[in-house]
């Protein structure tokens, strides 16, 4: 029977950009960004035939997770650890089936990644990372955490990792720029390893500034920097799993799903596309943005170039530069490092890049994009509640609105990924539906506690001040 996806061989991991050490996955999940500035890929994608994807119907989502991750972790754990990280990630999730499909019509479907402490999907990689680096850090050993949010990266790593024994993490979000939920959802973690940071500025100048971190080579192994932004391919990895464990539930491997993703940074479609690279039947990934949408200006029309922020009632989209795109480009470019490198710089010197025609088609063959602004965001909110009685977060609302726009080019059942519970935006959808969702009682409390955070302006010398006087 196979239900092994290739026999266990050890897996290595290589930087986008070519020159940086090539690492197992513990190298890769304690470093998080490569040194050379690239980010890492596994040096080849396991694949997993129609056989072992027919024996995942009816497993459990921690035994469908086993499966994927395997493979990926060969030679840095064990199966009886990797069961024991997996099992301890996903207990404290509200709903039995971690992640839940919800049918709207005779087409579409929900997948519900909300579930877990801090209510949206970052928590399925986070409550996992916040493990191996609880596993993988010897007795005396330290790590500095330091990542950027546009809001529910944040509050996700911190619950992940507050009280953890030698881990100090510094979180950076735009001031102002993240719902009410959101903040009180970092602040109010008052545990001494735990820095909130408010930069007055947007969440690309947030991920700069964590980029400078990482750059500065002596700073970073001062500190023993690492990331839990998508930049860490831990974090991609968990997220592979719901790919797989929502096809196989739909049908696959005979016949194809499409998935239709809230994309803010590329992480969670970038998963969707190994998924698809590991043997998954996949029809369409479809790339849904807000307003801001280089994205989806990249896949249409070849032209990724950075424009200014706009803020939108969907912040954790409201980015101009998708960090996880150089993961793809990375394939685009023949896996090539050298080349990729050469033209990431020029893109990090003008803000520009212009994929030629061929890497488009290539692209196209498993991608679409739709950018989705305000008002047709609103009308899926209203939409799924008055004919489906289900209430959307504004993220999952941009991808349904596109879902239902590109439906005729998607093959078989579309999966839109609801990344986010509609009570983290309370008033955005009161707005749209009229109604004002409650939060889960296990999260009611935020509202009465005390907040600790502090004010910094976009600098990195600043910031880097302040690192030192709180680690060491
Ligand atoms: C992070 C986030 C996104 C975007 O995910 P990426 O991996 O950055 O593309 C979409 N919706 C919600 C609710 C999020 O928190």
Redesign the pocket.
């Known amino acids: 029977m196979g239900v092994r996806a290739s026999p266990a061989r050890d897996m290595h991991y290589q930087s986008t950009r070519g020159t940086a050490p090539i690492l197992d996955f513990k190298g890769v999940t304690l470093a998080g960004l490569a040194s050379d500035g690239g980010l890492y890929v596994p040096e080849r994608w396991p694949q997993f035939d129609a056989a072992a994807i027919e024996a995942m119907a009816g497993l459990s989502y921690t035994q469908t997770a086993f499966r994927v991750l395997q493979p990926f972790v060969a030679g840095s754990l064990g199966d009886d650890a990797l069961k024991a990280l997996i099992a301890a990630a996903y207990a404290d999730f509200g709903h039995p089936a971690v992640a839940p499909l919800v049918q709207l019509d005779e087409r579409h479907w929900l997948l519900e990644l909300?579930h877990g402490p801090t209510l949206?999907?970052?928590d399925i990689a986070l409550q996992l990372l916040g493990n191996l680096f609880g596993h993988f850090l010897g007795a005396g050993e330290t790590l500095t955490i330091v990542g950027a949010t546009?809001?529910?990266?944040g509050s996700a790593a911190i619950k992940a990792v507050a009280g953890r024994p030698g881990i100090t993490i510094f979180m950076l979000h735009p001031a102002g720029r993240v719902s009410e939920v959101q903040r009180r959802q970092m602040t109010t973690v008052l545990a001494g390893n735990v820095y909130n940071i408010a930069v007055d500025g947007s969440f690309d100048d947030c991920q700069a500034l964590v980029k400078q971190m990482f750059n500065d080579a002596p700073f970073r192994a001062e500190m023993a920097l690492s990331a839990v932004n998508?930049i860490n391919w831990a974090r991609l990895l968990a997220?592979i799993v719901y790919y797989f464990y929502a096809a196989v539930r739909l049908g696959a491997p005979h016949r194809k799903v499409s998935f239709s993703?809230?994309?803010?940074?590329?992480?969670?479609?970038?998963a969707g596309y190994a998924a698809a690279r590991m043997g998954l039947p996949i029809g369409k990934l479809l790339v849904a943005t807000n307003v801001n949408d280089i994205l989806a200006r990249a896949l249409n029309r070849g032209d990724y170039s950075v424009g200014a922020v706009t803020p939108t009632a969907?912040p954790?989209?409201d980015?101009q530069i998708?960090s996880?795109f150089e993961r793809l480009l990375f394939d685009l470019h023949g896996r090539n490092g050298a080349a990729l490198a050469a033209v990431m710089s020029t893109f990090e010197a003008t803000g520009k890049m212009t994929l030629s025609d061929g890497q488009r088609t290539e692209a196209a063959a498993l991608f679409l994009a739709e950018n989705v602004d305000e008002a047709r965001m609103m009308q899926a909110l209203q939409w799924a509640y008055s004919e489906c009685g289900q209430l959307l977060?504004p993220?999952?609302a941009i991808g349904l609105s596109a879902a239902r726009a590109r439906a005729a080019a998607m093959e078989g059942p579309i999966v839109t990924l609801a990344?986010?519970h509609p009570a983290?935006f309370p008033d955005a959808v009161e707005r749209a539906s009229g109604m004002r969702p409650q939060l889960p009682r296990r999260v009611q409390h935020l509202f009465d506690r005390e907040e600790r955070y502090d004010r910094l302006a976009a600098d990195a010398d600043a910031l880097k001040a302040y690192m030192r006087a709180r680690t060491g």
């Open positions: 909300f949206a999907f970052k546009s809001g529910d990266t998508s997220q993703v809230p994309t803010g940074n590329f992480g969670d479609v970038f969907t954790s989209m980015i998708s996880n977060d993220h999952t990344t986010a983290k």
